[in-house]
């Protein structure tokens, strides 16, 4: 049978619309099944317990549970690699981290371009490390620390939590902004340093308010800044380090990322769930607790971020000659 030409045509663009009309459906539905948020760090720390929030307040939102799977290991490139072979369908997703910007630069060779590989999809909160000593340390605030350790070169240990790490970078930024030698020593985890710091064997740590807090709180520890551009609302007597060196800013961040080709309709409806939690003033409470701050942002705001702290942390790790452990 041979069909009337405008007939013909109105088929012809009916199917040509499906595939749209599917994707869109698909979104809609979407999440039909459990979703996995891959976190690169081992259960209990900072990293892990925001995604366990956000997890949790995305379950609420869209009717599925976000199931957290910890794959630590190689600085968070494991996690990351896992993502960026997982199909693009949305129910793989990545807790994206400084760490992964860091990367970039700390290793020679990866098997995956972060920036290409990983479409960013919302941002989640921003972390501050906060400055600390021992009390019995000479210096009472941070111009005289700095002072002290211009009069001292290269005799004030800094704990690390290894090469490129947070402490590390954030440290070594400080070196160079504040024009101080601090030497870096590498620990395995928050706890033996904090032991090394009460002990005297290292004398200054950059260390997450979050661990911090407890010891502040108890007189155990004395901060001297932290590293946010601004105050923190956790630790409002604490000025910031940039206070008294000019510019200098320095901390995490948290976002959620998927594989790319993950379809554009699946990351809008994650990014308005995403910020639609971050809205909520009860989460944002739960964040000042955790030592941060909410950090709303679209996809193409977190992409921007990550490649400007990529860029950023990049120009630090080559100054100081960093390389991965």
């Not at 009337?4 to 039909?32: H, K």
């Not at 976190?39 to 869209?62: C, F, H, K, M, N």
């Not at 210096?139 to 004030?156: H, Q, R, S, V």
């Not at 064997?201 to 979050?210: G, P, T």
Request: proline share 8%; net charge neutral.
């Amino acid at each position: 049978m041979k069909l009337p030409r405008r007939r013909f045509l109105s088929l012809a663009a009916g199917a040509a619309g499906l595939p749209a009309l599917s994707r869109i459906a698909w979104a809609q539905t979407y999440p039909s099944r459990p979703v996995h948020l891959i976190v690169g760090y081992a259960a209990g720390g900072p990293t892990d317990i925001a995604a366990r929030l956000v997890g949790q307040w995305l379950s609420e939102r869209l009717g599925q549970q976000f199931v957290i799977e910890n794959r630590p290991g190689a600085g968070t490139n494991i996690a990351t690699e896992m993502v960026v072979r997982a199909p693009a369908d949305g129910y793989t997703l990545l807790l994206i981290s400084l760490s992964n910007s860091v990367n970039a630069t700390l290793y020679d060779k990866l098997t995956f371009n972060f920036i290409r590989d990983i479409a960013p999809i919302a941002g989640i909160m921003r972390t501050v490390q906060v400055m600390v000593v021992s009390p019995s340390f000479p210096a009472k605030t941070l111009p005289e620390f700095i002072a002290y350790a211009k009069a001292n070169p290269g005799k004030i240990n800094m704990a690390t939590a290894g090469s490129g790490s947070p402490p590390h970078i954030y440290g070594e930024l400080f070196n160079t902004m504040a024009g101080v030698n601090l030497i870096p020593v590498a620990y395995r985890g928050g706890g033996p340093a904090l032991v090394d710091l009460f002990g005297g064997q290292v004398q200054v740590l950059f260390e997450s308010i979050l661990t911090s807090m407890p010891y502040i709180k108890a007189g155990t520890l004395r901060p001297l800044a932290v590293t946010s551009a601004t105050r923190s609302a956790a630790l409002l007597d604490v000025p910031s380090v940039g206070e008294f060196v000019p510019g200098y800013e320095a901390g995490g961040f948290y976002g959620v990322g998927a594989p790319k080709d993950t379809p554009t309709e699946i990351i809008d409806r994650l990014d308005g769930a995403t910020n639609a939690v971050l809205a909520d003033p009860k989460n944002q409470a739960h964040m000042v607790e955790l030592g941060g701050a909410p950090m709303p942002m679209t996809s193409s705001e977190l992409g921007k971020l990550i490649a400007d702290e990529t860029e950023k942390w990049g120009k630090v790790i080559q100054t100081a000659g960093m390389k991965a452990d």
